[in-house]
């Protein structure tokens, strides 16, 4: 089994709200990452999980918060966004930094 | 800095044609690449991949790609296409950071595939 799920599929938000993005992996990896994807863009990296501890965070602005509470689960904190921020939010997980990534579907996010 | 490159931006091509997508990297030592499909609003499917050995890697749905060093490619090639194979197509090496590794994408190819 391969899956990475995500929830929501979709969110709307305002610029002043607080939301969080879901992801869960049951494979046993190690490594967890969010992704950014603009329409017609390939996936841009935002943060990288590594046995639960930040190892890569490619200087992502602070209203979007990652957290890992365990090696299962990876959230993504969002607040004050911007309209710029709406974009397909993907997360994949690997059993370490260097193996396969296997991505999540997305949540699809417009920020008004 | 390690990179990736997919020459071709958009490709249209006719059920049951062939179909070759370039995927050109730029790396110092052995490369992990890989081919991921995406489909409009979905995730990333991996198609495959290439770490080490034979240089002719099988895939799914019927895709395989070859790894040459000589020319720094690895393209994706599928005897022949169907319809549901219309997706973006993103090439992708894992790239060293120091103390992590990241995956680096090319800017994707757009396949259409007309009846």
């Known amino acids: 089994d391969t899956e990475v799920t995500q929830t929501p599929k979709h969110l709307v938000m305002g610029m002043t709200n607080k939301k969080s993005l879901k992801c869960e992996q049951h494979?046993?990896?190690?490594?967890m990452y969010w992704y950014k994807q603009k329409a017609k863009k390939p996936p841009e990296l935002m943060f990288v999980?590594?046995?639960?501890?930040?190892?890569i965070n490619e200087s992502v602005p602070s209203r979007f918060s990652p957290e890992c509470p365990n090696s299962s689960l990876l959230n993504l904190h969002l607040h004050a966004l911007q309209p710029e921020d709406s974009a397909l939010y993907l997360c994949?997980?690997?059993?370490?930094?260097?193996?396969?990534?296997?991505f999540g579907p997305g949540t699809r996010l417009l920020v008004l | 800095a390690q990179s990736v490159t997919q020459p071709d931006i958009h490709i249209t091509v006719s059920e049951g044609a062939s179909l070759e997508l370039r995927c050109n990297y730029s790396y110092g030592a052995t490369p992990y690449l890989f081919w991921y499909v995406q489909s409009p609003g979905q995730g990333l499917q991996l198609l495959l991949k290439y770490f080490s050995g034979d240089t002719l890697v099988q895939g799914i749905k019927g895709f395989e790609a070859e790894f040459k060093r000589s020319q720094s490619s690895f393209n994706l090639r599928k005897p022949s296409v169907h319809w549901s194979d219309a997706a973006e197509y993103f090439c992708?090496?894992?790239?060293?950071?120091?103390?992590?590794?990241?995956?680096?994408f090319g800017t994707g190819t757009r396949l259409q595939v007309t009846l």
């Open positions: 994949a997980s690997s059993w370490g930094p260097r193996e396969t990534q296997y």
């Open positions: 494979m046993g990896h190690r490594a």
């Open positions: 992708a090496v894992v790239t060293n950071t120091g103390t992590a590794s990241k995956l680096t």
């Open positions: 999980y590594s046995y639960e501890k930040l190892s």
